[in-house]
C-alpha cells in the first residue's frame, strides 16, 4: 500500500469517527428546532471520551507491560464520560 492511500485512510477513519459521533450526538435536532449546537458539541465529546476509555481498555487486553495503566485509565475515563453523561441529562 503506497504511503498516501494510507495517510487518506487514517485521515477518513479519523473523519468517519467525527460524522458518526456529530449524527448520534444528535446532528439534526438544532437545525430543526433552530437552537444552538453547543448540546452537539458536548455530546461528541463525551462520545470521544468514551471512546478513548474503550480504546484504553483494549490496550490493556493486549498490553503485558503497562496492564494495570491501561486498565485504571480506561474505567476513569469511562467513568468521567458517565458522569457528564448524567450531568447533561440533570440526573446528578
Given at each position: 500500500m503506497s504511503k498516501t492511500?494510507?495517510?487518506?485512510l487514517t485521515g477518513f477513519k479519523y473523519v468517519y469517527l467525527v460524522?458518526?459521533?456529530a449524527l448520534l450526538a444528535g446532528f439534526f435536532h438544532p437545525l430543526i428546532t433552530n437552537t444552538s449546537?453547543?448540546?452537539v458539541v458536548?455530546?461528541?465529546?463525551?462520545?470521544?471520551?468514551?471512546l478513548a476509555g474503550g480504546v484504553l481498555l483494549y490496550k490493556s487486553a493486549t498490553s503485558e507491560k503497562r496492564r494495570e495503566i491501561f486498565l485504571g485509565g480506561g474505567f476513569a475515563l469511562?467513568?468521567?464520560?458517565?458522569?457528564?453523561?448524567?450531568q447533561l441529562t440533570g440526573r446528578f
Open positions: 492511500s494510507s495517510r487518506f460524522v458518526f459521533f449546537f453547543d448540546s458536548v455530546g461528541v465529546l463525551v462520545l470521544f471520551v468514551g469511562m467513568a468521567i464520560s458517565l458522569y457528564y453523561i448524567f
